[in-house]
């Protein structure tokens, strides 16, 4: 699956762009029609401590999921969008095979 990394108003280090691929390649186990997905992450509000925002919006064909999570880490924000993003994507494949 093509994954793109974005980081708003800072640069993103490979080990954190390495992780965001693994961890999105495992959603295709779930859902294997996703056309591409986009992670953008985001420093909200710095004088919380969760502050680190990981928005996952993922392409599939027609239609799109986007799950935004506010954490401590980026890796704990993007570990929770993307198990919200399984049970969506759990959820639309179960409704494609009940139509057809």
């Known amino acids: 699956m093509k994954v793109n990394v974005h980081a708003v108003n800072f640069n993103v280090d490979r080990k954190l762009v390495g992780y965001v691929q693994d961890r999105l ?3 295709e186990k779930y859902y294997d029609r996703v056309v591409n ?3 953008y ?3 909200d509000n710095t004088s919380v401590k969760q502050n680190k925002v990981a928005e996952i919006k993922i392409m599939v064909p ?3 999921f986007i799950v935004k999570k506010q954490c ?3 890796e704990e ?3 929770l969008a993307a198990d919200s993003m399984e049970r969506l994507l759990m959820k639309r494949k179960q409704k494609i095979r009940a139509h057809s």
Do not use: I, P
Request: hydrophobic share 40%; no cysteine; net charge negative.
């Open 72 to 74: 401590k880490t980026f």
């Open 37 to 39: 997905s986009d992670v």
């Open 77 to 79: 924000a993007v570990e």
């Open 62 to 64: 027609g239609d799109e």
């Open 25 to 27: 390649n495992r959603l």
């Open 41 to 43: 992450f985001k420093l």
